[in-house]
């Protein structure tokens, strides 16, 4: 149940726009981030906190391709495929990617960890290839990075590798 | 209120044509003025412009691109081209791209033969396409019993998505997914719940959404259809009906046709077969000794029944035999029934389904308006300004007059006050009170008390009309000393609504320019009901809306025919007209049309004919399409009524309870079987005409009243129902214009000032007491039987279409209650009082209010036995459709 | 190239900067927005961006000032200003640094626009996947909300303005402003019939006026420097000032390189790129984003401002540059280009919908050699169809990747089908398309 667990942050963002239904895609966010998806339950309350039916939460859920309605695994690899991606060698990091954890494209490794996903520009073109892991991007990427990346997210769940702040090139 | 404001004339040419149209018409309504059709698919008149298929698009002079028609508004001077070859060009490549991903299946496809995409194609594409890679196929998904869904074939036009929004206020349709991905779904695979008004359906251009009912059923071209009117509520909607040979097909509605404008409801869409459901009677049936009954001709049937009637009337006179008859016949039948009653048997003891409540409603206009029909009309809700409804359920009980209201809350802005037992939650089943500016939550037998509420809350705030005080002194003064002495407490204890409320939705109301009141079944069939009507009109009169243009009060008919009852004097105390039953020169009159002596006394109500049944000095009853056994509680002691009688006809589609009491029983046609006329809610006569032959032997009602005449020796004979509306014409000026021409009643002048001058005084201080209210005893609920959207009395859950809908009644609960008592959606409870107990399934649902249990009347068979009938002394209308009840859960 | 300042990466690009509010003051942030809030008339800041000739740095350049003048005078009610933070046109991540690296540089050119226009509110619509982005942001306008530069009675001006954040949830036609619009609304992605334009029927139908992260960090220097030193850089009279183009693709040092709008692709991708990374001769760019129609090695001295490039045949919409070496194969980066068109499309409009799968499928084919003669007319009239009759930009848009590598490159398209048809002539059997999206 977000409302109980989130009260005060829904007030806070019920607060910042004139309409309810404003708060649609904060509280789809909210509710993936909780679950790791989109329950059916979850798009039940979010109706009936903002008015709305079902139907009309959904057709916007389904619009938007960040917002997952079945679970994934652990952590969401996304790999940009697009052109600017694709010309500094996007697609050999998927096959890479795909052969080192055994599963296609769209495919959950068993052991519920990693989720594969190919995406569109996620707008860091000249930094690729590169590939984004829940929140983090993870940039510039070799196979040994990459390598690292999963190893130590399976370990500790955080990687130093991820982007902070960005810049490119950086200031010397 | 955008329909009042008249519009400044612009100049347009369109292929060469010029005319003149009001500013910020669309160029494609513009050319369609002129006679140039644009072709479309996205386009509807009822709908926003969304401009997705880009089907319409026009060459306007001075702009470099092609624009979309059907967005586009005419400036003055614009010069648009439909037909130049850059047009042409653009709408082929349209249908090109649209037929990318169609699977062409048309040989299989129930739109063939009347899809746009279709024609459209014929008429503009070449015959081969260029296009031979894979086509876009989606995974068949069911999506209701009633309702088929076949998503290949979608243009992605989302005129259903739209109308499911924007008409219906349902939003029960979602398109799912993204670009060519894009589906037409309810939600997340669950199965659709709605209002079912088929829109989605009778929307679609091509047959991406069709009705499960007639699937695969016929080929378009071979339908006969004929127009004609719903036989279910009083909001009188027309429609077609399209049969092959003799069986029916399907049921749609054109737009701009009928009040309804091209929308209909659950009822009318899905529910036609309740007419010719197999176990329609097919021949007259006489009981033998044994109990049984023995099909008969038609000559010995109506022998006996005339023999019976005429020994009877010998032997104890003619008021020993009484007559009770459906309002959902046509004018035609009721017309003929009560002149055969009052006429040919003699009887003054006429009466019909009105009696349950509708009568409170018309004798309160009568009363204080001198008129016996609404002051205002649809039109005049969709322009008002405020709209007020009072326990109308007005969703459920007349759609229709519900969209007219959703379209001026929606569409024109229009402020709506909410008087109703249902609480603001949304779901995909649309719930008027969540479009209410204000809501009060009523509870069935409160309404009065609510309406006491608003009337305080405008003389205390000082809202009351300078010039009707100044007009009507004593009047003013009186009630204002009435609701003075009623305390906010009171009120508060009585119905749990606090001053404030009362105040600001009076205060909404009292700014209103056109202002609306609509009542419904909560008001009329409740105790004093008449007396809940003249109130609200007192309310209109005192805020100074009584009288002024587009303001009014409009009482709601639950049956198609309830006003046309009425007006054909087919209730104890009217004659056609109607007039007072004792209005001599009413009875003159009509004594010297019929040539026929009219009794000189009012007659008997429904009840006191069964009083009289069971003192003895009722022997026979004519009983006609009505049910009596099966729509009061037992201790209106109707079975034992019935069974004290010597002899009773029943006169039916259906082999019902009260027709298994009867001695001799006819089978009647139903509404699809004949011609005939029925006056909806609002006052309109609409044809109703045949579209298949009566089933078996069966006769239209009007038919058998005129051969059982002849049998008795005073012929009424009527080669066809329009020489019966034409004698009905003779004697109701107002029957003069059939159809959609909306003429509102005016008050008459004098009524009115006579009432508030004397009439009102009468019984004032009766309106204006506080009622004594059962407050719920703790753990007791008020269980209540409504109305479904899905139903119309007893008489739609024969239909094959509503009951794939809903097929059985399950008792729906706040959720908040359905936690206390520890059931969840599926379980059972059991509802229990001193008159005895019964095990209902229960369902969640959020817009019953706390302290309520309310059950579909549609179902009540078995919860009957837990209600009391108590009769409303003034016009004998039974009331008893709450009941105080505990509710437990049964393991 | 002769040297020049640089307006809005100058703070970052010294390696100590941190964004910080206190580093943003320290080089004078928010003096601008003081000034203003002291007593500049609303009018004078919305003719003085109109002087400094900013166009707009989202896509397609529309001149900022006159945009703002849009707005109904005297209108009484809420207005709202948009940030379009959803950078979402391929080739293009400037915004993506101005916002993570300055985020008080937006801030203030936001707060000062919302004073211009008269609007209390103002949301950054950002693309869901910047969550580091949105984090930033969060924390700066609560920093600037502590120092009183946002919220109410702004320095005792009794100005209010309130900033939030928007994340999006992954929709790139949610860039194109009305969907944008929508979108924050909660609803589908899905663009608006214009007219109403934004200005009059914006947000919840109110006055609105949506402008990108880069011409909104542009707004505090104006105001500080005056438009008469901003109109004098660049390319003046039409493209003045800086941009932040966007450099990727086949080039030794891809990255945001801040350059006045003078500047030509020779000066950003060989003295600032350094070249192709494998020393092959250069053989395609895109001057613009996706969106914009390929260049060749002929344009390479073309200037990079919007009329140049325009003149070029192509835009300089979003001013991210994507270098091809010789050896990419053209059909094959249309077919990316196109693939991310037809993922993208919000469905709405059947030329757009329907075309971008037809097209997809078509190229597919000829990628994997089973092209065909005809499929060249056929691939130009399904352009042809497309353009020009959409309700939003995204139908030009998908369409210039095709157009444009047909019209330099339609060689390599025939090529291939030259390749399938002896294929076809060898084997006889009827070839199955393949569909792989
Ligand atoms: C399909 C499409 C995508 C767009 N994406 C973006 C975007 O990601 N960011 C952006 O700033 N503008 C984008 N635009 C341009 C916006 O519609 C709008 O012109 C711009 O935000 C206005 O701001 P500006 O005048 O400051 O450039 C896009 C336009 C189209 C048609
Ligand atoms: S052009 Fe494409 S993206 Fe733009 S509105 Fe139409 S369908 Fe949507
Ligand atoms: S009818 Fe105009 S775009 Fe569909």
């Given at each position: 149940m977000l409302l109980e667990k989130y009260k005060d942050h829904i007030d806070d963002l019920l607060s910042r726009y004139p309409i309810k239904r404003s708060v649609l895609l904060p509280l789809l966010n909210l509710a993936q981030k909780e679950e790791g998806y989109v329950s059916q339950s979850a798009m039940k309350e979010i109706a009936r906190i903002l008015d709305l039916t079902p139907p009309q939460v959904f057709e916007t859920a389904t619009f938007y391709t960040m917002l997952s309605l079945k679970p994934i695994g652990k952590f969401h690899i996304q790999v940009c495929r697009s052109l600017m991606c694709a010309l500094v060698r996007a697609d050999n990091l998927i096959e890479w990617l795909q052969k080192h954890l055994g599963i296609a494209v769209g495919q959950t490794t068993s052991d519920k960890f990693f989720t594969l996903s190919v995406v569109e520009c996620l707008g860091s073109c000249g930094t690729g290839p590169m590939m984004q892991i829940n929140d983090e991007y993870y940039e510039r990427l070799t196979e040994e990075t990459v390598g690292q990346i999963l190893e130590d997210l399976k370990r500790t769940g955080d990687c130093a590798l991820k982007s902070g702040p960005y810049m490119v090139p950086e200031p010397r | 209120m955008a329909m009042t404001e008249t519009k400044k004339m612009v100049a347009i040419t369109i292929d060469g044509i010029s005319n003149q149209v009001p500013e910020g018409t669309l160029v494609i309504e513009a050319a369609r003025q002129i006679g140039v059709m644009i072709p479309h698919f996205c386009y509807h008149p009822k709908l926003e412009p969304d401009a997705n298929c880009r089907m319409c698009l026009v060459e306007i002079e001075k702009i470099p691109k092609l624009q979309t028609s059907c967005s586009t508004r005419v400036a003055d001077g614009m010069v648009v081209r439909s037909s130049v070859p850059h047009v042409e060009s653009a709408r082929k490549s349209m249908l090109e791209l649209l037929l990318v991903n169609h699977p062409l299946d048309c040989p299989v496809c129930d739109q063939g033969g009347r899809c746009d995409l279709q024609d459209f194609s014929h008429e503009y594409t070449p015959t081969i396409s260029r296009f031979t890679e894979l086509k876009r196929v989606f995974p068949k998904e069911y999506l209701s019993p009633l309702i088929e869904t076949q998503?290949?074939?979608?243009?992605?036009?989302m005129r259903c998505v739209r109308y499911c929004e924007e008409v219906m206020d349902a939003k029960a349709l979602a398109p799912v997914g993204r670009g060519t991905m894009t589906q037409i779904s309810h939600w997340a695979g669950n199965e659709l719940e709605c209002d079912f008004c088929g829109g989605c359906i009778q929307i679609c251009p091509v047959g991406a959404i069709t009705s499960r009912l007639s699937m695969y059923d016929f080929r378009p071209w071979m339908l006969k259809r004929s127009e004609t009117i719903c036989n279910f509520c009083g909001d009188g909607c027309q429609m077609t009906v399209q049969r092959k040979d003799e069986d029916l097909i399907e049921v749609n509605s054109t737009l701009g046709a009928g009040r309804n404008d091209g929308d209909l409801c659950a009822r009318g869409y899905f529910g036609y077969h309740a007419n010719v459901h197999p176990d329609r009677l097919q021949n007259p049936l006489i009981r033998q000794a044994d109990g049984s009954f023995a099909e008969v001709t038609w000559e010995d049937a109506l022998e006996r029944v005339a023999e019976n009637f005429s020994q009877i009337k010998a032997a104890h006179g003619a008021d020993a035999i009484g007559g009770l008859i459906t309002a959902r016949c046509t004018n035609e039948e009721l017309y003929a029934f009560q002149k055969f009653m009052r006429g040919v048997v003699g009887t003054p003891h006429v009466d019909s389904s009105a009696r349950y409540g509708y009568i409170n409603g018309v004798k309160a206009l009568q009363r204080v308006q001198g008129t016996h029909r609404w002051t205002v009309s649809f039109e005049d809700i969709v322009e008002a300004d405020v709209v007020l409804l009072v326990g109308t359920s007005i969703t459920e009980a007349n759609p229709i007059t519900g969209l007219k209201v959703k379209q001026a809350v929606k569409k024109c802005g229009a402020k709506l006050i909410t008087l109703e037992t249902a609480v603001p939650a949304f779901s995909t089943v649309s719930n008027i009170t969540t479009l209410a500016t204000h809501h009060l939550t009523v509870l069935p037998g409160c309404f009065d008390v609510a309406v006491l509420g608003l009337m305080k809350a405008l003389v205390e705030q000082n809202l009351v009309d300078e010039r009707t005080s100044g007009k009507a002194t004593e009047f003013a003064r009186t009630i204002i000393a009435e609701v003075e002495k009623i305390s906010w407490q009171e009120i508060q204890q009585a119905v749990g609504l606090s001053s404030d409320q009362f105040n600001s939705a009076s205060r909404t109301l009292s700014q209103a320019q056109r202002l609306v009141v609509l009542a419904g079944q909560g008001v009329l069939r409740d105790i004093g009901g008449e007396g809940i009507v003249t109130n609200l009109l007192d309310l209109l009169i005192l805020s100074g809306h009584h009288g002024a243009q587009g303001s009014g009060l409009g009482v709601l008919a639950e049956e198609n025919n309830e006003q046309g009852a009425i007006e054909m004097g087919v209730v104890a105390e009217y004659l056609p007209g109607p007039s007072k039953a004792n209005n001599d020169m009413a009875q003159a009159t009509l004594s010297k049309i019929w040539g026929m002596s009219v009794p000189t006394t009012p007659g008997a109500t429904m009840l006191e004919m069964f009083d009289r049944a069971r003192q003895g000095s009722l022997k026979a009853m004519f009983i006609v399409g009505e049910n009596p056994l099966e729509s009061l509680p037992s201790d209106a002691k109707v079975s034992e009524s019935l069974d004290a009688l010597e002899f009773i006809v029943c006169q039916e589609l259906y082999m019902t309870d009260t027709a298994k009491k009867a001695h001799v029983v006819l089978p009647a046609a139903s509404a699809v079987e004949k011609d005939g006329t029925f006056t909806n809610t609002e006052g309109h006569v609409q044809p109703v005409r045949k579209s298949i032959e009566p089933v078996g032997e069966s006769q239209p009602d009007w038919e058998i009243f005129s051969a059982l005449s002849v049998l008795m020796d005073s012929p009424m004979e009527y080669g066809e129902a329009k020489e019966i509306f034409k004698e009905i014409r003779g004697l109701i000026p107002q029957y003069g214009l059939l159809g959609p021409t909306s003429i509102p009643y005016v008050a008459k002048a004098d009524v009115v000032e006579q009432y508030l001058r004397e009439g009102f005084k009468e019984d004032v201080h009766v309106r204006y007491a506080l009622t004594k209210k059962i407050l719920a005893r703790d753990g007791a609920l008020t269980l209540v039987l409504g109305q479904s959207m899905y139903h119309s009395g007893k008489f739609s859950t024969r239909s094959k279409g509503l009951t794939q809908i809903q097929d059985s009644g399950v008792l729906s609960l706040n959720p908040e209650n359905a936690t206390r008592i520890g059931v969840d959606d599926g379980a059972s409870v059991r509802l229990s009082n001193g008159n005895g107990d019964v095990t209902v399934p229960v369902k969640l649902v959020d817009r019953i209010p706390p302290g309520v249990a309310w059950f579909p009347e549609h179902f009540d068979h078995e919860l009957r036995l837990l209600f009391r009938v108590t009769v409303d002394e003034r016009n004998h209308v039974p009331c008893w459709k709450t009941t105080q009840v505990r509710v437990d859960r049964v393991a | 190239m002769e040297p020049f300042e640089k307006i809005l990466t100058k703070n970052m690009?010294?390696?100590?900067?941190?964004?910080s509010l206190q580093d943003y003051e320290a080089t004078g942030g928010y003096q601008a927005l003081r000034k203003v809030l002291a007593g500049v008339p609303q009018n004078d800041i919305v003719e003085m961006v109109k002087k400094s000739g900013l166009r707009g740095r989202g896509g397609a350049g529309f001149p900022t000032g006159v945009k703002w003048s849009f707005l109904p005078k005297d209108y009484q009610g809420p207005k709202y200003l948009c940030c379009n933070a959803d950078e979402s046109e391929p080739g293009t991540f400037k915004d993506r640094q101005l916002m993570e690296r300055d985020p008080h540089q937006m801030l203030e050119g936001m707060a000062i626009t919302c004073y211009a226009i008269g609007a209390e509110t103002s949301y950054i619509y950002i693309r869901g996947e910047f969550r580091v982005g949105a984090q930033i942001l969060e924390r700066a306008i609560e920093e600037a909300k502590q120092a009183g530069h946002l919220g109410s009675n702004i320095h005792g001006s009794g100005v209010t303005i309130n900033m939030y954040v928007h994340a999006g949830a992954g929709a790139y036609i949610c860039g194109e402003e009305t969907a944008l619009l929508e979108s924050l609304e909660g609803k589908r992605g899905k663009p608006r019939i214009k007219p109403p334009f934004p200005a009059t029927h914006g947000l919840y139908q109110k006055p609105t006026v949506v402008n990108n992260v880069e011409t909104l960090a542009n707004i505090p220097h104006i105001v500080n420097r005056g438009p008469e030193w901003f109109a004098a850089i660049g390319a003046p009279p039409k493209s003045t000032g800086t941009r932040v183009f966007c450099l990727s693709g086949h080039v030794k040092n891809p990255g945001n390189f801040e350059l006045p709008m003078n500047a030509t692709f020779r000066d950003l991708i060989f003295d600032i790129g350094g070249g192709m990374r494998s020393d092959k001769p250069l053989k395609a760019f895109i001057p613009g984003g996706a969106s914009a129609p390929f260049l060749t090695p002929?344009?390479?001295?073309?200037?990079?401002?919007f009329e140049s490039v325009t003149m070029a045949g192509s835009m300089s919409g979003s001013g991210g540059i994507t270098v091809m070496e010789e050896g990419t194969s053209m059909v094959w980066a249309a077919l990316r280009l196109m693939e991310f068109f037809y993922h993208e499309s919000c469905g709405k409009c059947t030329p757009c919908r329907e075309g971008s799968s037809w097209i997809v499928q078509i190229l597919q084919r000829i990628q994997n050699t089973q092209g065909r003669p005809e499929d060249l007319d056929t691939l130009t009239e399904i352009c042809e169809n497309i353009g020009g009759r959409t309700v939003c930009a995204f139908g030009d848009a998908e369409i210039a990747p095709v157009q444009s590598t047909l019209q330099y490159w339609r060689h390599e398209y025939e090529a291939l089908i030259e390749e399938a048809e002896a294929v076809r002539a060898t084997r006889k059997e009827k070839e199955i398309p393949v569909l792989s999206i």
């Open positions: - | 998503m290949n074939r979608c243009v992605s036009c | 690009s010294n390696p100590a900067y941190t964004g002929e344009h390479i001295d073309v200037q990079m401002d």
